[in-house]
DNA sequence: TCCGATCCGTAACAAGCGTTCCGGTAACGG
DNA sequence: CCGTTACCGGAACGCTTGTTACGGATCGGA
């Protein structure tokens, strides 16, 4: 026997190398020897940790939807009324501070590497529809007396929205600052409670 | 003297080229060979017809932007009424069918490519922005009595609607569905004319 | 203390990239 | 009809990429 490496250890800190590696250089500057250097180790390590640079990616596509799953439960518990939770989770999944942005462009980094690698693209489809359900429960709770046809339309608006507001703020944050998309979002909610 | 080449035509071709590759085979796959391929000639004439590769991305997301403000042009000039002009600019800026959907898919291309790319990023805030201002125009010719604050904070709304759907239907096409996406602005643009 | 198994850094590999350059070729003017 | 000139294809270059293989470093157990 011999010295017992750290498996999770590395994969989570190279996960983490690989979102900011993504964020900062997009998705051409992301290689692996720049996810080393982000880490601090040499690129062998990262070949140790992970069969190939794909199991990397949906490692850290993985990981970064298991955060912010974590995160969203954290704010749907905040909020006592339904109303205060769907906003809540809303809020946080949009793209305020200026961590949350440099998630929104990792973000668009995984969507865009969806487009050409199906793995990624089942991951993404996978954590969108659970979001999207998220927000239909929630939705059901703020109003017991739609139709579930009218629930869903209004969750996939919201779900929509969001998720503009992240893409098109990761490349303009000056126009959609986090207080234009907090007054779309509240307007948005605003139509929900009214209606 | 000898032969004249067409210079306009060879950058609309292969500008052509590139969105069909982008759309296919994602930004990793936007190689200069790639493109040849497509448009049926060499990497020569590529290089021949622009100066470098970054010069070709940067003509095909301009081109692209010219076609999509000139069909937003005809789609405003149908309408009669100011909702009817509204309603049309929004759903051909939605990825219906499946032509749009590739153009969508090119869209999430080029956004995730102005990550990296800083003049790629100030070509989209300068697309998006004028996109922005239209939908605002538009807003205020149907709601006159709105305030400037608020108008702009529906027109962003609205942008942010449109562009999530899009992006979000570029990877899952089923769930943002053409039927889906109509009903999520159709929903929105109840909220326009009741509130 | 020393052995041996385990882990990781280094260096090398082939493949593919953007880009350059030159030779053949096609077209126009005389 | 022919010579000149502009144009384009294709091969080559240097570089970077993902991936592999090897050797030294490091720790646990006897």
Same mark, same amino acid.
């Given at each position: 026997?011999?010295?017992?490496?750290?498996?999770?250890?590395?994969?989570?800190?190279?996960?983490?190398?690989?979102? $900011?590696?993504?964020?900062?250089?997009?998705?051409?500057?992301?290689?692996?020897?720049?996810?080393?250097?982000?880490?601090?180790? $040499?690129?062998?390590?990262?070949?140790?940790?992970?069969?190939?640079?794909?199991?990397?990616?949906?490692?850290?596509?993985?990981?970064?939807?298991?955060?912010?799953?974590?995160?969203?439960?954290?704010?749907?518990?905040?909020?006592?009324?339904?109303?205060?939770?769907?906003?809540?989770?809303?809020?946080?999944?949009?793209?305020?501070?200026?961590?949350?942005?440099?998630?929104?462009? @990792?973000? @668009?980094?995984?969507?865009?590497?969806? *487009?050409?690698?199906?793995? *990624?693209?089942?991951?993404?489809?996978?954590?969108?529809?659970?979001? *999207?359900?998220?927000?239909?429960?929630?939705?059901?709770?703020?109003?017991?007396?739609?139709?579930?046809?009218?629930?869903?339309? $209004?969750?996939?608006?919201?779900?929509?929205?969001?998720?503009?507001?992240?893409?098109?703020?990761? @490349?303009?944050?000056?126009?959609?600052?986090?207080?234009?998309?907090?007054?779309?979002?509240?307007?948005?909610?605003?139509?929900?409670?009214?209606?």
């Amino acid at each position: 026997m011999a010295r017992r490496r750290d498996l999770q250890g590395h994969q989570e800190r190279l996960s983490a190398a690989t979102w $900011s590696v993504l964020a900062e250089h997009g998705l051409a500057g992301l290689t692996l020897r720049a996810v080393a250097e982000r880490a601090g180790c $040499s690129t062998g390590l990262v070949l140790h940790t992970f069969p190939d640079k794909q199991a990397l990616l949906v490692h850290a596509r993985t990981l970064l939807h298991e955060r912010t799953a974590a995160r969203a439960d954290a704010a749907q518990a905040s909020g006592l009324e339904p109303l205060d939770a769907l906003r809540a989770v809303l809020m946080q999944a949009a793209s305020g501070s200026d961590d949350k942005r440099e998630e929104a462009r @990792v973000w @668009v980094g995984f969507l865009a590497a969806a *487009l050409a690698d199906p793995e *990624l693209a089942r991951l993404h489809q996978a954590h969108n529809r659970a979001f *999207l359900r998220r927000i239909q429960h929630l939705l059901a709770a703020c109003r017991p007396d739609w139709s579930q046809d009218q629930t869903m339309r $209004s969750a996939t608006a919201l779900v929509s929205l969001v998720e503009g507001l992240n893409a098109l703020a990761a @490349v303009d944050p000056e126009t959609y600052s986090a207080a234009a998309q907090q007054a779309a979002i509240e307007a948005a909610l605003h139509q929900i409670r009214a209606e």
